[in-house]
Each structure stands twice: as structure tokens, then as C-alpha cells.
């Protein structure tokens, strides 16, 4: 768990008063530990002491305030040096670094569980913007690679299945972040304050790269329904899966079940998230339309507030209090408090709603009976287990195995379940347990079967 991976003292420094130190700190260290030149990850001590100067030399930090965990009794640091030695030795005993000793000289490094966390927060400073036809273009040629080479790059299904998902994730902290800019809006008190807000943090950070394209013929979704032909071709060929499955068996070294059903997890992950993406899309679309239409409204009538009347209410009140001949009003029967020539508007005059009739809209009897007859077709239509497993034993109760043209097929739900006795696996986990009930043996010679279906003759038998 997380608790195994990081030290107990580790985010000490980031909930303390001085946070705002250490992380200016740590953001400045993770350019020196993830530099892509750096060839060895054992780092001096000088430089990284020379590092954590530099930030603070940067920050001007002359601000530092005592903390509960400080041994100096609460002193201030006096001096630039006196930071830096603070700072990295309480760096060193929450964890985030480690020393080690190489016979004269010391190294620092960072263990790969503070690593991982470091980036991941620097990630989230940044919240670097997405782009959609990164994401379909990464799956889409992943998916492709995995398909015409199942053998020898079918482990880049997996990558894809992980790029899809992170994609759906992105989708989601994009509706959240919409309804946290919703929010901070509402609590604007000023025109500039409320279109600042919305292009900084809805332009420059939410909105992705090429959101705009969604909107024309380059529409990178436009290679969707690809993916899904791929993916569909694939849950029902038989050959490749099982070369997916064996090279997933050799990369991951699992069973073999184990990796045909984290195969099929895959294929259904990419499927299930660009089936429902276009939902969430018209989602997202329609709040940013009504977060759009608010700013503008918002500015608007923001706008439209007569300049200086705050000065000039001011000014008047002060002139009236000089005035000393002024009434003392004691009741609100004979002098109206709010007038109609005051700054407040009066209320406008409720009209009142005319009365109409509400019919009861009849429903055609004939749609009524059609509308039952499509559902139960639907229903007929439905793939179930109970039915695949009465089907099988129906076959199989007088024999312990049945060849392919020796299935009848009387129903729609019987030529269903024939459909699907073949490709079990494919079912996911609700047919896990029938699947490992039955082994299935195909050749390569075609049969008919009960004047119907046309398929690879097979042979399939009860386990014992």
C-alpha cells in the first residue's frame, strides 16, 4: 500500500508554515534528478546544496518562520548558507533524499517511490494542456501494430488500453475543472477580475490544445470508428487472440488464462471508453456553452453599472448629513422610506399567467403493441449465460462431446447462443465460469450446421 512505499514524515515540509519554501525547493530539484542528460542518478551533495540556493537566492526567502520541528530552538536563519543547511537537512530526515557515502565524497538520491511522486507533482503544478488527436493517434497506431503483429508487438494493446484510459481520465478532471472555475466566477467582484479568471484558467489551462477541431472536417475522433472495427474484428478472430494471449503470456509471465482474460480486459476497456466518449463530450460541450454564456452575461451587466455612483452616493450623503433642518422621520405610514425616484428600482408588475387546458396526449394502441414486440425481440435477442449453459447441456447430456453440424438450432435464441458457445472468452468475467467448464477444439474445414450458419467445423467437450 501507499503507507509501504513512502516515509511516515514525508509531507511534513509541504504542511508546515514555510510549504511555500519547500516547494519552490523541490520543483527546483526535480530539473536536477529528472534531467534527461543525466546519466548517473547519484548526484554530489555540492550541487545539490548549490541548488537549493539558488532557489532561495531566487525567492529573495527572508521570511522563513519557526517550526515545532526545527532544533535551533526556533532561531532565524541569518544567512543564505543557514537556509540552504535547514532546508536540505530537513529534506534528508522526511525522506525526500538520501545520502550516500563513496570513500571521500557524498551523493544524494531519491528513492524511485519519491520519484514517481515528485513527478506526478510537478505534473500537477504544471497542468500542461492535452491534446485529443494525440491521444486517438496514439491508441489508433498501437491498436494497429498489436493487430498486424500480434506475435511479436501484441504487448502494445496494453499501451493503448493505458493511453485510453488516461485519456478518459483526462476527460473527467476536465468537467471538474469547469466546476471549480464555475465557482471561483460566482465570487468575482469585478468585470476584469471575471474575463482575467476565465482566459487564465480556462484558455491557458483547462481547454485542450485543439479543442477546436472538434469542430471541422480534421476532427480527430474521425478515426473512432476505426479503432472499434479493429477492436470488434478482433474479439472474434481467434488465431490472433491466441498469439495475443501467448505474447502477453511471455511478457507478463502469467498463466495462460491469466493473460487471455487481461487481453480481453483490454480490448473492452479501449471499447467501453470511445463508445461513451461522444456523450461525454456533448456533456463537457454543453457546460462550457453555459459557463460562456454566464461570464458574458456576468460581464455584461457588470458593465452596465453607471460609472462612479458610488462617489457620487458619497458625496451626497455627506452633503445631506450638513443640513440640519432635516426631519427626524419617527414612521413609515406618512413618508415612504424608498421612493420611486430613488436608486433602487421598483419592482415590475407580475403578470399573471392565463389558465389553459392540459390534455392527456393518447399513445396509438398499434405503437404501443409494436414498441412491446421490438422489446421483446430485444429480450430474445439478448445475450445470457443461463441460456448458453442450458443450451450446451442440452447437447451435451446424452454425449461428452459434439461436433459443430451436430447443434440445432430451432430459435433465435438457439442460433444466439450457437453464436456465441465459440467465443466465450470474449464474454469477460460473467462467462469465466461456464468457459472453464468446456474445452473447444476448431479445424480448418467449414461445416454447415443445421441449414442456417455457415462457420469452422470445431469439436467441443466437457471438462472432467
Known sequence: ???????????????GKNRHIYQAVLLQLADLFFDEDLIDPFIPKDMVRSTIEEAVVRLGVRRWEPEEEDSDDGELPRSTAEYTNRIYRRLVQTGWVEEEQRIYRTFVLMSPSISFLLRSMVSIANLEKRSYGGAVLNVLSSLESAVNDPAGRGITLSEAAQTAAEFSAHLTDMMLGLRELKISLSNAESPQEVVRGFFDRFVERILVSDYKTLKTKNNPFRFRRQILSLLRDLQFDPIKLDKLTRHYQEQFESEYDDAEAMVHLHINRIIRIFESVDKRLDSIDDFRYRLEKRVADTVRYMDKTTPGMASRLSRLITEVAKDDSLPVVDTLEEIGFISPASVRSPFRRRIQA????IHQQVIDPQALQLRQLFK?????????????????????????????????????????????????ASLGKKAKKTADQFNIQFNDQYTQVAGMVECRDFVIYRKR
Open 1 to 15: 500500500m501507499l503507507f509501504n512505499k513512502l516515509p511516515d514524515d514525508l509531507f511534513l515540509p509541504l504542511s
Open 354 to 357: 392565463e389558465p389553459r387546458v
Open 376 to 424: 421483446e425481440f430485444k429480450e430474445r435477442r439478448e445475450v445470457k449465460i443461463d441460456r448458453i449453459d442450458a443450451y450446451l447441456d442440452r447437447h451435451l447430456s446424452k454425449s461428452d462431446t459434439v461436433r459443430a453440424d451436430q447443434f440445432e438450432i430451432d430459435s433465435i435464441e438457439d442460433y444466439i447462443c450457437f453464436s456465441y458457445i465459440r467465443h466465450l
